[in-house]
Every structure is written in structure tokens, then in C-alpha cells.
């Protein structure tokens, strides 16, 4: 919406006059993204004239997995979730990462770590930094996919997923799991 382009105009304003004349720090960027074995395709079938068509009923959707990564230049981590993100399990899932997030952040600096404002991330900014992570100071709108590299990410990443055509819950985990991990560092190095 007109609202939506208002606030990631001002968002990048802002971003823009915070690091005047400075190299912007090195950012983390963080995100959830919810993967399924179905591959949205229709199937069309041929029926003769008053043939009788054979209705099939689904009883249960597509098998679904999410994911929650974080990237960086030189950096990647993807960790499977369990069940609904909410904000204690967020909070949960990002427990142990932080080691590898705090090192990164000490050899870079001036790196921040971004997370968008879904619900389950809201007030997480003090908590990490109280666990010593720096975060991005200012709000992410909401709505800005086209900010994020990491929706990059996901959408190679959907894609290679989906071209194996896996089959059930272990085999789709395991095709992100070697696709995440055949993505060159340059291409996210890249994105980011």
C-alpha cells in the first residue's frame, strides 16, 4: 500500500542520513520461511462427453517445514522449527546461535543483526542485547521483503527444493538442508 512504500522510504531516509559519509555496518539478516512438498501445479485430465468424473478428496495438505536462517557476507546458519514461532520460541531457536552470531559481530564490528517486525520478533531487540548482539536500531517496516536479501535466499533456495520434488517430511528436510548448503558463499556474499 501507499503506507507500506511511505514507511520503507523513510526507513531507508533514515538508514541513509544514520551513515553519512561512514561504510554502512555489516549486516545479519534473519528470517523465517515456511517450505512444502506441493508444487502448486494443476493437472488437467480429458473427459468424454458425459463420462462420469472420479472427484477425489484431499484429507490432509501439503507436508510443510520452517526454517529460520540468518546470512551475512561470509556468514549462513539455518535451523528447522518446530511447530508455531511464537515469541518464547523464538527466543529458543535463536539460543544457541548466538555464539556464531556474537563472533561474527566481533570481527565485524560495526555488523548489525536485522530481524523484520513479525509478531514473534517484537522486544526481542532488548533480550539480545542483553546477550550482547547488536541489532538495528530503527524499525523494519513491515511488509518490505524488497529490503530483506534473505528473501532472495528463500526464493533460490524454494526453488531448487521444489525441482527434486521431494516426498514427505524427511525428504523435504533434507532437500533444504543440501540445497541451503549448495548455495555458493559468493551468491549470498552477493545478495547481501
Not at 531487540?125 to 548482539?133: F, H, S
Amino acid at each position: 500500500t501507499a503506507k507500506h512504500k511511505a514507511l520503507r522510504v523513510a526507513f531507508c531516509r533514515h538508514m541513509l542520513r544514520a551513515f553519512d559519509n561512514q561504510t554502512p555496518p555489516a549486516m545479519m539478516f534473519s528470517d523465517e520461511k515456511q517450505f512444502d512438498t506441493n508444487d502448486n501445479v494443476k493437472s488437467w485430465n480429458w473427459v468424454k462427453k458425459n463420462e462420469k468424473v472420479d472427484t477425489r478428496t484431499i484429507d490432509q495438505g501439503a507436508v510443510r517445514v520452517t526454517v529460520w536462517g540468518c546470512i551475512g557476507v561470509g556468514f549462513r546458519l539455518l535451523h528447522f522449527v518446530d511447530g508455531v514461532i511464537t515469541k518464547a520460541s523464538y527466543l529458543t531457536l535463536l539460543q544457541p546461535h548466538l555464539p556464531a552470531i556474537r563472533e561474527y559481530q566481533r570481527q565485524h564490528q560495526r555488523s548489525m543483526f536485522q530481524q523484520d517486525n513479525a509478531r514473534p520478533h517484537c522486544g526481542s531487540g532488548k533480550w539480545l542485547e542483553k546477550k550482547g548482539v547488536k541489532t538495528l536500531e530503527c524499525d523494519w517496516p513491515s511488509l518490505s521483503p524488497d529490503l530483506s536479501p534473505i528473501e532472495q535466499l528463500w526464493s533460490i533456495l524454494n526453488k531448487a527444493v521444489k525441482a527434486r520434488g521431494p516426498w514427505g517430511p524427511t525428504e523435504l528436510r533434507s532437500f533444504i538442508l543440501e540445497e541451503f548448503n549448495r548455495i555458493p558463499q559468493g551468491v549470498i556474499d552477493s545478495l547481501v
